[in-house]
């Protein structure tokens, strides 16, 4: 029989790996009496985990969410951090990005409910793929309530140096990273337009404003008007075009560049991209080597069908 502590973390890996565990099937697996299996499940109860038993001859264990964090784990401000880096890590298109997906999801599952609707609210968009570690990087709080703001829909005030006077006031819209570093992109209500602000100068102010309507963003397209910003320009690509790819969006994000890829199931994802025309647009969407399905617009579809049609001509000489 293997040692206490190593048969609860095994205990614990098992309950984490499927939603519904019959007693019996756990007492086969670890080797051990059920009573042995009912004395580990108190233990690990004891330690934080939120483990829910049913009764009768099929009765068995499933892992709830937990009313605190297990002591042994992390306390409160390392899980969030902990969580927050592990969703930038699954959106940022990385070789880790799907493995650091299931991981969130394995931390969510014990984090208390307090923490687990705080780090709901935190949606982050990668535009770019980061190309090295933030050299200013961001707190941890700071995100929640950036995330908090946009999530509700209200007024956010905050401090921005080196600018001094009254704080900003503006409606926040979304959260996204670029080139290692996270911004918040916002409507500003003094300027009466669109601003970008660098999440690490931006220090909150309570309570929150009002609660607003959303605008759309220019265009409808998170990524491409945000990358125009930050080339200076608010034209973007004279061609842009939406699909759906069947890859995991961990396997795409690196290749798109100024795109925006946003996973839709472990093996699928919405890719959103633009280039010079239309022909080269389908082109660079077709060198993923994956089905895929035309979102729009119908520019996009007419330029596959020319494309499918000088491939087809190009693989049958003579004809």
Not at 245 to 251: E, K, M, T
Request: glycine share 8%.
């Amino acid at each position: 029989m293997p040692k206490t502590s190593a048969r609860l973390l095994a205990l614990l890996s098992l309950l984490q790996a499927r939603r519904d565990w019959p007693g019996a099937l756990l007492s086969e697996r670890l080797e051990v009496s059920p009573r042995t299996v009912r004395r580990d499940v108190d233990r690990l109860r004891e330690l934080g985990y939120r483990i829910v038993a049913s009764k009768g001859p099929d009765g068995g264990y499933r892992l709830d969410a937990g009313a605190h964090l297990p002591p042994l784990l992390f306390d409160d401000d390392q899980a969030v951090a902990l969580a927050v880096a592990l969703q930038t890590t699954a959106v940022s298109g990385a070789d880790l990005g799907e493995d650091a997906a299931r991981a969130l999801t394995t931390l969510r599952q014990v984090l208390p409910a307090r923490l687990r609707r705080r780090l709901d609210m935190l949606r982050v968009t990668a535009v770019e793929t980061p190309a090295a570690p933030s050299d200013s990087p961001v707190g941890g709080q700071t995100l929640l309530a950036l995330g908090a703001a946009v999530h509700a829909c209200e007024v956010l005030r905050f401090d921005y140096p080196p600018e001094t006077g009254p704080p900003r006031r503006v409606q926040p819209h979304h959260l996204f990273t670029r080139g290692g570093r996270w911004y918040l992109l916002a409507w500003d209500l003094e300027r009466d337009d669109w601003r970008t602000f660098r999440a690490d100068r931006i220090t909150p102010r309570v309570p929150t404003g009002p609660r607003f309507t959303p605008r759309e963003v220019p265009g409808g397209d998170l990524a491409a008007f945000v990358s125009a910003r930050f080339r200076g320009s608010d034209t973007g690509w004279p061609c842009r075009g939406e699909v759906l790819l069947a890859l995991p969006a961990a396997a795409v994000a690196p290749y798109v560049q100024d795109g925006l890829v946003v996973a839709v199931g472990p093996d699928r994802c919405r890719l959103m991209l633009g280039s010079w025309s239309w022909n080269a647009l389908a082109a660079a969407l077709a060198r993923f080597d994956a089905d895929l399905e035309v979102v729009g617009p119908p520019e996009l579809s007419a330029a596959f069908t020319r494309l499918a049609e000088r491939c087809r001509r190009a693989g049958s000489p003579g004809e």
